[in-house]
């Protein structure tokens, strides 16, 4: 944690999702806004075939719906991309941009991943920029070499700790059950916040950095006890409602 930043629970359902999977969303509602103080921000990355519903699903609780990727443009002719006025459109107020999946399964490069961030930020979207390294990349030695990489290639240049969130996500720990340790992950969140505050100042040091891998509710106390978490995202555990306010609780509670 990091004193006087609102953590952030962040879920991305990937590829997972009909429209009877919002009774999931339904009862994350309604378990949030019973159970919880309002002292963190809850919110949900679903398919873009959902992000309408889920919105009206959400509309008047304390739960916000966003995409999980956009084009960097606001219209035009790319079949089958969306764009950031796009989610916004239909009720979203976040995306993520850079998940590794895309990275990877997309070939997106860091001036890609930076692109589409600029354009959350021009269509008023929370923005979540997402990094990590491979296991390749963690055993010869380089996390924090790609760290800063990724850091100076993927954020836009008028990045705010009011719009900009960073996920620090190593690719190892995503779906796999395994997680770093905590002095790794104490470790990397202290390099992202020294490099977010030389290059943004004030902006830098009350950005919300969170880590995602592998999150679940056993080990979400841990986690956010850590310098420099502020926050999670989840993809497997964030399908479930009892799983992802088991999680939204551990983190609560160090609130
Ligand atoms: P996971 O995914 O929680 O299933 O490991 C995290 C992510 O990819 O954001």
Not at 170 to 181: E, F, K, Q
Request: aromatic share 4%; hydrophobic share 40%.
């Amino acid at each position: 944690m990091t004193p006087n930043i609102k953590p952030l629970v962040a879920g991305n359902w990937k590829m997972n999702g009909f429209r009877n999977s919002l009774s999931e969303l339904g009862a994350m509602t309604a378990g949030y806004d019973i159970a919880m103080r309002n002292r963190i921000d809850m919110l949900l990355c679903v398919p873009a075939t959902l992000i309408f519903a889920a919105a009206q699903e959400a509309l008047g609780t304390r739960v916000h719906v966003g995409g999980q990727d956009c084009h960097f443009n606001q219209v035009g002719a790319h079949t089958g991309d969306i764009s950031a006025e796009m989610i916004a459109d239909s009720g979203g107020t976040a995306v993520i941009v850079g998940h590794s999946e895309r990275r990877t399964d997309h070939g997106e490069t860091n001036a890609i991943v930076k692109s589409k961030a600029e354009a959350g930020l021009r269509g008023d979207l929370l923005t979540i920029v997402c990094i990590g390294e491979t296991e390749a990349q963690r055993k010869a030695g380089e996390t924090l070499d790609v760290l800063k990489d990724q850091l100076d290639g993927s954020m836009p240049d008028d990045s705010t700790a009011a719009k900009v969130v960073v996920a620090y996500e190593p690719v190892w720990a995503i779906g796999t059950g395994l997680v770093p340790s905590a002095a790794d992950v104490e470790e990397a969140h202290g390099f992202m916040r020294n490099n977010l505050t030389d290059r943004f100042g004030d902006k830098g040091a009350k950005m919300r950095l969170l880590y995602g891998g592998s999150v679940k509710p056993g080990n979400a106390e841990e986690l956010m006890g850590i310098a420099n978490v502020d926050g999670a995202l989840v993809g497997g555990a964030s399908l479930k409602a009892e799983d992802f306010l088991g999680i939204c609780a551990a983190y609560e509670k160090l609130c």
